[in-house]
């Protein structure tokens, strides 16, 4: 199933300079380079080709909290399968809230969504019931202790970021226009792109992060998502300093990713 794959490859990582200096380590940036066809199954030990080349490039930079990933992928054949997810943020159970920002505008079984909306969340709040923005379908008993508090949860219209933390610990997704674009169209080719949150799997509290572009069986048209295959993520870690509006220590930070805020160079 295409939501058990994942890139598989080996990373070559780039520490030294070039040339006569080639020698040196690079005291504040190195990059890693993945360049595959295959995909691997975290669940069944297994890779294969024949679905998506994967072109990462990441940055580590030295003295930062953050790691940006630029992402090219392309699909080789077109696919029927089951969901599409961009990426996935364990949390190790550690986490307490979680939240992320509405893409674009739309409603959702008569519920307005508005453009940048933030919706933010505690992990232990869910019951069986189903709260305003959610995907009914997916809210699952897991068959464990937890009962109906072990949910597998979706928001519908994700944006530009994503985060989870606690008083003394945050981390977050920060996607970049591109992203968006990629979510947008996948809503308008009538797949349905989700935030989605991991409460707990089979050994134990989870609290994860997740992004899938589709939910559920899919036709995955080549033509369609490749040329917008092509998008930002970055790895932030901060302090929250304080359990509500966590999320916003991370926020002030995000711009730095955003192509509107980039400097332009105008002539004299």
């Known amino acids: 199933r295409l939501g058990w794959y994942r890139p598989c490859g080996r990373w070559k990582v780039l520490s030294h300079y070039l040339g006569k200096f080639r020698g040196v380590t690079a005291p504040i940036r190195i990059f890693a380079v993945l360049d595959t066809d295959r995909v691997c199954s975290v669940y069944a030990y297994e890779n294969r ?4 080349s994967t072109l990462a490039i990441l940055s580590v930079v030295n003295g930062t909290r953050y ?20 990426f996935s943020m364990m949390g190790g159970g550690r986490p307490t809230k979680f939240a992320y920002t509405a893409g674009w505008n739309g409603t959702w079984y008569g519920y307005p969504l508005v453009e940048g909306e ?23 008993d897991l068959g464990t202790s937890w009962g109906c508090q072990c949910y597998h949860l979706g928001w519908v219209n994700p944006g530009l970021w994503y985060a989870h933390w606690n008083v003394e610990l945050g981390r977050a997704i920060i996607g970049n226009e591109n992203l968006v674009k990629l979510l947008i169209a996948s809503s308008n080719e009538g797949y349905l792109p989700a935030f989605y949150v991991t409460r707990c799997s089979g050994s134990g509290i989870q609290n994860s992060i997740e992004l899938k572009l589709a939910d559920g069986y899919i036709n995955v048209e080549k ?4 040329p917008l ?16 509006k966590g999320w916003q220590a991370m926020y002030v930070y995000a711009p730095m990713f955003w192509k509107a805020y980039a400097p332009e160079v105008v002539k004299p």
């Not at 080709?49 to 998506?52: I, L």
């Not at 232990?124 to 189903?130: E, I």
């Not at 033509?223 to 490749?226: A, I, L």
């Open 49 to 52: 080709t024949g679905y998506y």
């Open 67 to 86: 790691i940006p990933l630029i992402m090219h992928v392309y699909w080789s054949n077109s696919k029927y399968d089951y969901s599409y997810w961009l």
């Open 118 to 140: 933030v919706r933010e969340r505690k992990y232990t709040y869910v019951s069986c019931w189903y709260p305003y923005g959610y995907i009914p379908s997916n809210l699952v």
């Open 223 to 226: 033509n369609v998502f490749n």
């Open 229 to 244: 295959l092509d998008y930002w993520l970055v790895l932030f870690a901060y302090e929250p300093g304080t359990l509500d």
